[in-house]
């Protein structure tokens, strides 16, 4: 752990990745203490200070209704992490579970399984999450279930793989010959080989689902107002350019900036564990 | 299979959100009887699968026209925006790819890592938006929105403005397209590019490596033409599958970028009809492009084979 730290640290491009991470979280975690504005986050009304350019007080302009974009854009934050992480903890284990079954099972188990998981992966993964989310109620909660619907087979698929060269290895032969069961020999004794691809896959999937999950917004198809959210205050703005450019650039520079951190540290992370693509 | 499933699970009954709130329960029962909802589940897939067979996709709620004729509408434009857009991410993305790996290590390798990356960062609607911002607003260069100047009338024939615009022999008309084509398709091309140009180099990378490389050194080949056919060629099979995956995701992405451009294609239909829950325009709409995604992929699996000379040649030997 510390020898992972000390190398990220030294390459430029993990060191930023790191930070802008670590300051997406922070901003995340203590939007409260931060925002200027925390009561901006709700349906609040301030006509006096309506579609202001960035200038102090508000470093980001404010929206059509005068809430300071600032502090909107921290607390999308809050939400679009929460919905990041919420969603990989249900698909993961998910989508890990059945890769592990398939590929070292094998037969008829491989069979029914993988054909389920191609089904998922036939259609192109936002379609399959917009049509979800348009025919559900468009929550927080449902957003979170269309995400996740989308993302387990991807999981599955990379298991599977791995779950498959794994199975000839000596070390579950050996696990075989004296006895192990299978569900042993899946979590105790497969599974940890492949712990360095899933945890390089979920840094990197941190930031796709921020990115999923904002598109589906920006459709009008996720969070819904007053709730704060980088994609449909993108989808807002964009009547409003070019004059007020603010409205659109922030948060979709908030986006790229998430996106990117986690892109970065993904990509730093494979490097250090020597995961393959 | 799956898209019935999704489409007949959800709650809500879609006779009465078509008709809206003031319909009586005698209009309702007459509509649900039309789409057969009233029988069990398995009755209505076998529906389904039959009208399904026979190239039927039902009414659309929206439109009130067959969802066949509503797709033949809007999806030509969507191709168009997708081929252009994928011509782009082979044509910039492969090159920048090879040319990182060419000069690994040093600020070009960098800089185009760096781009490729950001390309990849940021969802497809907020490059559209940045774009829009600095080509057709703070420099007016390219066109804001559509997809042709109203000053051209062009008739459809294919439904591909620039092929169309061709076929009528004029030159004007065809500009103005693409230059229309040029913004919305750079957009969704973006993290295409940034991810064809990350896997090329990455695989390039490797091939250095190998001993034929070493050997075609040594034999003192020119340091252009080992990166051509010596690095280039091995790595481009596992591009091609990521390539095909890319296609892929801009048929989604696609949905984004027209947004932005009011660009009129399937996807700004898709959305309009999720948005009204219209059972089977969304069951059709997703169907097609699921129906593409299989094209696409089978088609980068015929291109592998025929770029592999192993999978080629033993093809031929048997």
């Known amino acids: 752990m510390k020898r992972t730290l000390t190398i990220l640290i030294r390459n430029p491009l993990s060191l930023l990745g790191l930070t802008l991470v670590v300051l997406v979280v922070l901003s995340a975690l203590f939007a409260d203490f931060i925002a200027p504005f925390p009561e901006h986050r709700g349906a609040i009304v301030d006509f006096a200070n309506f579609n202001r350019a960035p200038e102090w007080p508000y470093i980001f302009g404010t929206d059509l209704v005068g809430r300071d974009l600032f502090s909107r854009i921290l607390y999308a934050y809050r939400i679009s992490l929460l919905l990041g992480v919420v969603v990989l903890v249900i698909a993961v284990p998910i989508g890990v579970t059945i890769g592990l079954a398939a590929g070292y099972l094998g037969g008829w188990t491989e069979f029914v399984l993988m054909r389920i998981t191609d089904v998922f992966l036939s259609i192109p993964p936002l379609v399959l999450a917009m049509s979800m989310m348009g025919l559900l109620e468009p929550t927080l909660t449902n957003g979170m279930l269309a995400v996740t619907a989308m993302w387990w087979p991807w999981y599955t698929r990379l298991v599977y793989n791995l779950a498959r060269s794994e199975r000839e290895e000596g070390y579950v032969l050996a696990a075989e010959v004296i006895g192990a069961g299978k569900a042993h020999i899946m979590f105790r004794e497969i599974l940890p080989n492949c712990v360095p691809s899933i945890l390089t896959k979920m840094t990197l999937d941190l930031g796709f689902v921020i990115l999923i999950a904002s598109s589906l917004s920006f459709l009008g198809l996720g969070v819904q107002p007053p709730t704060p959210d980088l994609g449909s205050m993108v989808a807002d703005g964009s009547k409003y350019l070019p004059d007020s450019w603010w409205l659109t650039v922030f948060p979709g520079l908030a986006i790229l900036v998430a996106v990117f951190g986690f892109n970065l540290l993904g990509d730093a992370l494979r490097d250090i564990l020597g995961v393959e693509q | ?318």
């Open chain 2, 1 to 318: 299979m799956l898209i019935f499933a999704i489409a007949r699970i959800i709650p809500g009954d879609p006779a009465r959100i078509a008709l809206g709130p003031s319909a009586t329960p005698e209009q309702v029962q007459t509509l649900r009887e039309r789409l057969h909802l009233n029988e069990s589940l398995p009755m209505q897939y076998g529906y389904f699968i039959g009208d399904l067979a026979r190239g039927d996709l039902g009414i659309s709620l929206y439109t009130n026209r067959p969802v066949t004729t509503d797709i033949a509408t809007f999806l030509p434009a969507t191709l168009e925006l997708i081929i252009v857009a994928g011509i782009m991410m082979i044509g910039i993305g492969l090159p920048l790819g090879v040319l990182s790996a060419r000069y690994r290590g040093s600020w070009i390798d960098n800089g185009i890592r760096l781009i490729s990356l950001l390309g990849v960062s940021a969802p497809s609607f907020v490059w559209a938006v940045i774009l829009m911002l600095l080509f057709a607003y703070f420099l007016p260069i390219f066109p804001i929105a559509g997809r042709i100047s109203d000053t051209y009338f062009v008739q459809p024939v294919t439904g591909f403005q620039m092929i169309d615009t061709l076929l009528a022999g004029n030159l004007k008309a065809f500009g103005s397209a693409a230059w229309h084509i040029v913004l919305p398709a750079f957009a969704l091309a973006l993290a295409g590019i940034g991810q064809a140009a990350r896997l090329t180099r990455s695989n390039m990378v490797e091939t250095y490596e190998k001993p034929f490389i070493e050997m075609a050194h040594s034999y003192g080949f020119p340091e252009s033409r080992i990166a051509r056919r010596y690095a280039f060629r091995p790595s481009l099979i596992p591009s091609l599958t990521i390539i095909g995956l890319d296609f892929a995701a801009m048929l989604g992405n696609a949905f984004l970028v027209e947004a932005v451009f009011a660009w009129p294609g399937l996807s700004r239909y898709g959305v309009a009809v999720i948005l009204r829950k219209d059972l089977n325009a969304i069951v059709g709409t997703v169907l097609v492009i699921s129906a593409l995604f299989l094209i696409v992929n089978i088609v980068v699996d015929l291109l592998i084979a025929f770029i592999n000379p192993r999978i080629r040649l033993s093809q031929r030997a048997s």
